[in-house]
């Protein structure tokens, strides 16, 4: 059975169209609220934190009248990563954590991610429930006005956030000789990333770190790495950082401008941990990891695995095989010694670690030579258009086209109204000609 509210990564929609307004943020906050007060005693607390949409402003007031509603007290933390938000989650031993936020996407979408007590985001078990609940009847849940829930603000979340990250590598660590370039993307991590890098000495050059409700992923960020590529360029950084909205996604560039996606990055902390026997049974990446980058840790005898598209799969299959790195092409990198999910900050820390002797981005990266990938995304009115006969017929066509030369891959977009088709192989024209074989059934 298929979920009616969430996706491969939460809610997400255009704002004040179909499940994204105040009203059904109420009913959100309500359902998630009575499941999870009915779960493992802990405080009956939910806390809140968003990225710097306009939305926000009449999103969350919603979802809070629905936590309170159903009984829960609520910490409301403003702009803050997502992981800042998973960390805090676990750490004030909250029943859950709410993420107002729609990532990646432009300003006009917003959306929720959930996570439980133990800062991981919730299984497709536990969806299911809450959508139950949603739908359900309201006054049902409604708790006696002697149980309704209380509201309060906490002005240091990203201070308490920036210091749990500080925490996990040594006290001497220090950024004093590095000059990085970082772009915000407008987004949830303005305030907490230039924080940490100015904290630990970097001399850093900042874009994106003016939000204004509109700029949000506008021509900035990890979707958009020219800009931050631009950036290193000019100011001779020794590095580039690119976050996403809700900055759980990374892209960097080196000290020379070029970028490097979250491949290359899995491949250098794989190895760079093999090396130093810190990595744990393998890597799990995505149907879209790079197959060069498959085919690179087979010849280093690192064991890695496939998962879903979407961070939430790739940790739980991490989980299931006791795997202590993995994440996505588009920058989703989870480090599980330290944290429960994407983290753009981490990861960067982690990266920035490993040149703390002088060596330059150039030379630790570009580990593996990828095989030639073309992605394009469709926008399609209804999504169900892959099931139909005349789609399957071209995708199997393609696949047959590029047998033992490369792989097709064709999927449904969780999080917007689109079709993504994935095409890899060395050689050029079949890349293009399996992937206009598929488009043509789109249309």
Request: charged share 25%.
């Amino acid at each position: 059975m298929s979920k009616k509210y969430f996706g491969t990564d939460g809610i997400r929609g255009r704002v004040n169209q179909g499940k994204i307004n105040g009203e059904m943020f109420f009913k959100f906050g309500l359902a998630a609220g009575t499941f999870f007060k009915n779960q493992k005693k802990l405080k009956q607390v939910a806390i809140i934190a968003k990225d710097t949409r306009l939305s926000g402003y009449s999103l969350e007031p919603a979802l809070v009248s629905g936590l309170a509603s159903a009984g829960m007290h609520i910490f409301l933390l403003g702009p803050l990563p997502t992981n800042g938000l998973a960390m805090l989650t676990k750490k004030m031993k909250a029943n859950m954590g709410i993420m107002i936020t729609a990532s990646h996407n432009p300003y006009y979408d917003n959306g929720l991610k959930l996570f439980g007590p133990d800062g991981l985001k919730l299984s497709d078990q536990i969806e299911k429930r809450i959508e139950k609940l949603i739908d359900s009847k309201i006054t049902k849940n409604l708790s006696k006005p002697k149980r309704l829930g209380r509201v309060k603000r906490l002005e240091n979340a990203n201070e308490n956030y920036v210091n749990i990250l500080k925490k996990n590598f040594p006290r001497n660590f220090n950024l004093k000789k590095m000059k990085i370039a970082i772009d915000c993307a407008n987004g949830a991590g303005y305030k907490s990333a230039p924080y940490l890098l100015k904290s630990l000495g970097a001399k850093i050059y900042e874009t994106g770190t003016s939000p204004n409700g509109f700029n949000i992923n506008n021509k900035c960020g990890s979707t958009f790495p020219k800009k931050i590529q631009s950036f290193v360029k000019k100011n001779k950084a020794h590095l580039g950082i690119a976050l996403d909205g809700d900055a759980d996604r990374i892209i960097l560039v080196d000290e020379k401008g070029k970028i490097i996606d979250g491949d290359q990055i899995i491949g250098m902390l794989a190895t760079r941990w093999k090396r130093k026997k810190i990595l744990k049974g393998g890597v799990v990446g995505t149907q879209m990891s790079n197959y060069g980058l498959q085919k690179y840790f087979k010849d280093k005898g690192i064991k890695f695995l496939r998962a879903n598209v979407g961070d939430r799969y790739v940790k739980e299959k991490m989980q299931k095989n006791k795997f202590n790195l993995g994440g996505e092409q588009s920058g989703h990198i989870i480090l599980g010694k330290f944290a429960t999910t994407g983290d753009g900050l981490l990861v960067a820390l982690e990266v920035l670690f490993a040149m703390r002797k002088g060596k330059k981005a150039s030379e630790i990266f570009n580990v593996f030579k990828p095989t030639k990938q073309l992605l394009e995304n469709i926008v399609v009115k209804d999504k169900s258009i892959i099931d139909t006969l005349k789609c399957k017929k071209a995708i199997k066509k393609a696949a047959q086209i590029v047998k033992k030369q490369g792989r097709i891959l064709v999927r449904k977009s969780g999080t917007e109204p689109k079709i993504r088709i994935m095409a890899e192989t060395d050689n050029r024209n079949l890349l293009f000609k399996c992937v206009n074989i598929v488009k043509k059934s789109l249309n």
